[in-house]
T-cell receptor, first 109, second 113 residues
Framework: DVKVTQSSRYLVKRTGEKVFLECVQD?????MFWYRQDPGLGLRLIYF???????EKGDIPEGYSVSREKKERFSLILESASTNQTSMYLC????????FGSGTRLTVV | AQSVTQPDIHITVSEGASLELRCNYS??????LFWYVQSPGQGLQLLLK??????LVQGIKGFEAEFKRSQSSFNLRKPSVHWSDAAEYFC???????????FGAGTTVTVRA
């Protein structure tokens, strides 16, 4: 089975910190995605990537950036964390349908 | 633009009873449609998907969904729920298996004994 691993289940960071959320998949998938999940809003796409060093903005990219230096790793970066970025972050990879990681619950205090 | 509406935020159902979760989508062309389930503290797991062919799709865990183009709906059903079906369910739409998907806000299912 494809495995998508998010490095942290829970993170607590301070306002203004630079935060890195890591996602690694082990099946040579071209496509990788970052979503945030908030109650009542479902999943909203932040950024996605279809190839190494390639990235595209999703629906809510403001305050975030991404890095994809290797095919298996897709990192989400919060340049200066703010309290409104407190959320559950989900990484996914494809083809042939999404495989999701278990998520990182980030709290910004 | 693509979007998904799940009209029911929360549904409570008795164990052994039937379950139906509603999903309405907006999409300009022939959509790929998906249902995912998220158990507490877990990521999302694919239940089933539809692109073409038979409009009644069978998935895992005994779930099925019916695509109705005229109603822009893709409702999820299960004839007899088990306590382990308590979870949050998300409907999603997109142009393919692999391109970016749009998700609904989710429906939380509670199963009572």
């Amino acid at each position: 089975d494809v495995k998508v691993t998010q490095s942290s289940r829970y993170l607590v960071k301070r306002t203004g910190e630079k935060v890195f959320l890591e996602c690694v998949q082990d099946m040579d998938h071209e496509n990788m995605f970052w979503y945030r999940q908030d109650p009542g809003l479902g999943l909203r796409l932040i950024y996605f990537s279809y190839d190494v060093k390639m990235k595209e903005k999703g629906d809510i990219p403001e305050g975030y950036s991404v890095s994809r230096e290797k095919k298996e790793r897709f990192s989400l970066i919060l340049e200066s964390a703010s309290t409104n970025q407190t959320s559950m972050y989900l990484c996914a990879s494809s083809p042939r349908g999404y495989t999701f990681g278990s998520g990182t619950r980030l709290t910004v205090v | 633009a693509q979007s998904v509406t799940q009209p029911d935020i929360h549904i409570t159902v008795s164990e052994g009873a039937s379950l139906e979760l509603r999903c309405n989508y907006s999409y300009g062309a022939t959509p790929y449609l998906f249902w995912y389930v998220q158990s507490p503290g877990q990521g999302l797991q694919l239940l089933l998907k539809y692109f073409s062919g038979d409009t009644l799709v069978q998935g895992i865990k005994g779930f099925e969904a019916e695509f109705k183009r005229s109603q822009s709906s893709f409702n999820l059903r299960k004839p007899s729920v088990h306590w382990s079906d308590a979870a949050e369910y998300f409907c999603a739409v997109g142009p393919s298996n692999d391109y970016k998907l749009s998700f609904g806000a989710g429906t939380t299912v509670t199963v009572r004994a």
